[in-house]
């Protein structure tokens, strides 16, 4: 199946980087500021990314322990980072760089998997016409704009953009489409399906690259879902079957740089949320926002360093598992591979932790980071118990002893191997 790749990965990179990080304030600033097109031409004129390192960024992905990476090749501003025949407002004008050729090049010396994002949204394009989401909206003959725009002129623009991605660059494993809620709003209607004729595009990557995945943003079913900036709590489904998802999430709040957000989330939270992820079945694809210069900010270095730290010691309960069919304790979830079962500690026990239902089920148990083995004993339900010792547990319960000291790492995580069925 073309998603058993994705599935095994589980942990991704996002870039989002154009020229709207070298405005430093957010990767909509054009849209929140109703920028025009002229006062937002200095970024284009402007854009200097020297320090843009590609190879780095494929180093810095699989050594935090991340399988694939996917980079923006057109935000919703319209700026392309490759050399698009269809339009000069590029990296190769700007710049002199295809960024979209160095980024896959550097991905695959590195043996990554190649993601692609692609706005549908642009509004640089002359024929995209004026909505609740672009930044002329407010102007006083925002409506007259529209009056000699063509959304027809705008699809064979957008889908020849997407054949020039999925023709030039060879193998790509997986495209992000991107577009805002279609919804009406103020009085402008939204736009949907019809307006990128979604069915249409998803054939051109069905027939460009048959094994590539595609996520659900054409408003259509396609290969995956995409929750943004929110954890699900459960497993997702759609009409009692499991669905492949991903939760796309950002280092503070901002895709694009945003020099002074300093909402970071700690490294320990970005690892519970992967793990969580991953023990609902799910993948997580991490942003970073390259500065206006192109390099990785030190603060999101920093901590992809310590997530990637935790991951070396961890990686074998993130890739390759996924959803375990047991019932965790409370202080933490689970997560499967094969014959082994991985208690992610989200909160550390007093003494012992108990599992339910795992009694004669477990033939070895281990703290993962240093390999050190753990007691495991049964208490028999029917024998007055100690007082000292656990009690009260119910019947198939499994308990595992724990040092009173907690593990020096992100998250601790007990390995526990499983024997019989």
């Known amino acids: 199946m073309r998603q058993d790749w994705f599935d095994h990965a589980r942990f991704g990179m996002f870039v989002h980087f154009g020229i709207y990080s070298a405005a430093a304030r957010h990767e909509w600033v054009q849209n929140f500021e109703r920028l025009t097109d002229d006062e937002y031409r200095p970024y284009f004129e ?102 000699d725009r063509d959304m027809s002129r705008y699809r064979e623009y957008l889908h020849g953009q997407v054949r020039e991605l999925l023709t030039g660059y060879g193998e790509i494993d997986y495209l992000f489409f991107d577009f805002t809620d279609g919804a009406e709003k103020n009085g402008w209607p939204g736009k949907g399906p019809q307006d990128w004729d979604s069915e249409g595009l998803l054939a051109l990557c069905r027939e460009l690259q048959p094994g590539m995945l595609v996520n659900d943003r054409l408003g259509i079913p396609a290969d995956f879902v995409t929750p943004e900036q929110y954890q699900p709590t459960s497993p997702l489904a759609r009409d009692g079957e499991p669905l492949v998802w991903e939760a796309c999430q950002t280092l503070n709040g901002s895709w694009g740089y945003h020099r002074d957000n300093t909402d970071q989330k700690s490294a320990t939270l970005l690892v519970r949320m992967l793990v969580d992820s991953v023990s609902m079945g799910g993948n997580m694809l991490l942003n970073i926002g390259p500065d206006g210069r192109g390099a990785v900010a030190p603060r999101d270095a920093g901590t992809l360093a310590e997530i990637g730290e935790w991951m070396r010691l961890h990686r074998r309960a993130v890739i390759g598992a996924g959803h375990a069919p047991l019932s965790p304790p409370r202080e933490g979830v689970y997560t499967m591979r094969g014959d082994r079962l991985y208690l992610h500690l989200f909160a550390w026990p007093l003494g012992q932790v108990h599992l339910p239902e795992l009694a004669g089920k477990v033939a070895f148990a281990r703290l993962l980071d240093d390999g050190s083995w753990l007691r495991i004993t049964v208490t028999d339900p029917e024998q007055e118990a100690d007082l000292m010792t656990p009690a009260g547990q119910a019947e198939g319960t499994l308990t595992v002893h724990l040092p009173v000291r907690r593990p020096d790492v992100l998250m601790p995580v007990i390995e526990l191997r499983l024997s019989g069925e």
Do not use: Q
């Open 46 to 147: 402007h854009f200097d990314p020297d320090l843009f390192d590609a190879r780095e960024i494929a180093r810095t992905a699989k050594a935090t322990g991340m399988g694939y990476v996917v980079l923006t090749t057109k935000h919703h501003d319209g700026f392309c980072l490759w050399d698009s025949a269809l339009t000069d407002f590029t990296s190769t004008v700007a710049a002199g760089r295809d960024l979209v050729r160095e980024f896959v090049e550097a991905l695959r010396a590195e043996g990554l998997k190649v993601g692609l994002y692609h706005s549908l949204l642009d509004w640089h394009h002359p024929d995209f016409t004026v909505d609740a989401n672009h930044p002329r909206r407010d102007d006083v003959d925002a409506a007259a704009l529209n009056d």
